[in-house]
């Protein structure tokens, strides 16, 4: 079974924040929410890069491990869904949480936090029926057979979804591409023992 | 405008496609001299090991950005899986380990020396221990704090029992309502049990017999009752610990019940640990103090429900405070009659 997973490609990422609309638009989420996030590091200076982030699947997910109602959960293809009728709101989630994924709506006092929300990949959630769904989740792109429309409408597409092993391909032949040495990520001092990739052109 | 301005500007197109082809030509040029050694020299050193190590560690520098409203995650929120450790190897093993040892420990204890009978038989006179304030605010405290204690420990460890056993639909309603009281009546727990320190604070100062105390096991080694004052050694301790520990996992769980006054998720997640840490030991100790004021010393369950004690529960555990209240005895029928009309047989004085 394939493993799904996002792979945002920095030296194509260009800051647009489309991804960031896109998910808005194709998934209505609550307001104050924002699933996904676009972080500029050095911004303004010559090294300034950009990288998209939201809820990055992981195998190992600190958030499922942490959580007390079981509200987090692994499909089979490895996306992380969530399910909004056991959610309490403790937070937990977003202590662990290595890309600050999980948000809550904050519309009650003192900050008390809401049902948690965060990408699901554009893969819905459990739901009783396809309106339901939609309004608690999102968008079910991936039972229509569509990637996530973050990465689907990504300008540069720099920001990659889909089955681990596609991805990986696609970033591995845009670095033989690229045709140096670290051209994953540029300016590696380990370039020549970390680049697999230019072993490989250099081979043919 | 007048038509003929297109066609004025028409003889600049030939210049114009010359230009594209000359720089097509350059670009070529450009492409053919193309050296991946030069292409990674000119290249925007980006991100090495050191920017990761840098976004790992949680620094963000003054040109960092992230698009989010209101945002003050890191790129990498490192500090997450060393939470995630700490509370999931050390903090949930402890809990069940301090929570379930304790129930073991006294009930053992109660099977092995038993219930701690009065070696002389009563007398009748009674001593007023506890005000009607402090027995209202002691069972205030103490029905808060074994909600708290059991909606805690339900939110530590309820997935593993609760979810199998009720199925989903129950089960979310529950987890709903155990969040709600936990964090509901959590600040008044707080609240309350300020209060109830503040008010027994001069019955708690250590004293020197306190040391005898210990040293005697509160009267477990040997058959001589330890001196003790109003309050023995023991409850000193308990207050104490309350005092301290009890505090800190208020404290630590107002970081967490109020998030609305800017504090990271770093700050929470200590805030959780010592939360945890805190109220599993406190709700291992509580259960020695439940035991020791219900089955575990007869006549002191008394003193906390009418208020009275016997004089000769007095002179045994609290000698120190029995020379001193000793005259002030009523008689036990004494009370009965100054008893308003009430038919429970707890007479209830209400002098504060």
């Not at chain 1, 911004?43 to 997910?61: K, T």
């Not at chain 1, 994924?101 to 900050?111: D, E, L, M, S, Y």
């Not at chain 1, 033989?176 to 001092?189: F, T």
């Amino acid at each position: 079974m394939a493993t799904m997973k996002f792979m945002c490609d920095a030296e194509r990422c260009i800051e647009c924040n489309g991804c960031v609309t896109a998910c808005k638009n194709a998934n209505e989420v609550e307001w104050g929410v924002q699933r996904r996030r676009v972080v500029t590091l050095n911004d303004g200076e010559p090294s300034e890069v950009s990288i998209s982030v939201a809820c990055m699947h992981c195998d190992d997910a600190p958030c499922i491990a942490v959580c007390p109602t079981e509200t987090l959960f692994q499909r089979d293809d490895g996306i992380v869904l969530h399910d909004k009728d056991l959610c309490i709101g403790c937070g937990y989630c977003l202590y662990a949480c290595p890309f600050g994924a999980p948000q809550f709506p904050k519309q009650n006092a003192f900050g008390e936090r809401g049902k948690m929300d965060k990408c699901t990949f554009c893969a819905g959630g459990p739901a009783e029926t396809k309106e339901e769904e939609y309004q608690k989740y999102g968008a079910n792109r991936i039972a229509e057979g569509k990637l996530p429309l973050c990465a689907e409408m990504c300008s540069t597409k720099a920001l990659l979804a889909g089955d681990a092993q596609e991805v990986a391909d696609i970033f591995r032949q845009r670095v033989v591409q690229r045709g140096h040495k670290d051209g994953g990520w540029s300016g590696n001092p380990r370039a020549d023992a970390d680049s697999l990739a230019y072993d490989a052109t250099q081979q043919g | 405008m007048s038509k003929s301005t297109p066609w004025r500007a028409l003889w600049q197109l030939p210049l114009l496609v010359l230009a594209l082809v000359a720089s097509l030509g350059l670009a070529q040029f450009a492409l053919a001299q193309a050296d991946p050694d030069r292409e990674a020299a000119t290249a925007v050193p980006a991100l090495d090991a050191d920017a990761w190590r840098q976004i790992k560690s949680g620094e963000t520098g003054p040109n960092y950005r992230d698009s989010r409203f209101d945002s003050n995650y890191n790129l990498i929120n490192a500090s997450g899986e060393t939470w995630r450790q700490l509370r999931e190897r050390w903090v949930s093993p402890f809990g069940v380990i301090v929570v379930v040892g304790m129930i073991v420990v006294i009930a053992v204890f109660y099977l092995v020396v038993g219930r701690k009978k009065l070696d002389e038989p009563l007398t009748g006179r009674k001593l007023l221990r506890w005000s009607l304030v402090v027995r209202s605010l002691h069972w205030t405290v103490a029905t808060l704090f074994i909600l708290l204690a059991l909606t805690g420990l339900n939110l530590a460890y309820g997935k593993a029992v609760f979810r199998p056993l009720f199925g989903d639909g129950f089960w979310a309603a529950m987890m709903s309502g155990t969040k709600l009281i936990h964090n509901y009546l959590g600040p008044l727990f707080g609240v309350l049990l300020v209060i109830l320190l503040l008010r027994l604070l001069a019955h708690n100062i250590p004293r020197k017999h306190d040391l005898a105390w210990f040293a005697k096991g509160g009267g477990l080694v040997g058959k001589e009752h330890p001196d003790a004052g109003f309050a023995n050694a023991g409850e000193k301790l308990w207050y104490w610990l309350l005092a301290t520990a009890g505090i800190a996992v208020i404290a630590s769980g107002l970081v967490m019940d109020f998030p609305n006054y800017g504090q990271v998720r770093d700050t929470m997640q200590w805030a959780n640990i010592i939360h945890a840490v805190g109220a599993f030991g406190l709700t291992a100790v509580a259960l020695g103090h439940i035991y020791i004021g219900t089955l575990g010393t007869e006549g002191s369950f008394e003193g906390m429900a009418s208020g009275y004690v016997d004089a000769t529960w007095a002179k045994e555990h609290h000698n120190l405070w029995y020379e001193e209240v000793k005259d002030q005895a009523v008689p036990e029928e004494q009370l009965a009659e100054s008893r308003p009309t009430s038919e429970g047989d707890a007479p209830a004085p209400r002098s504060g």
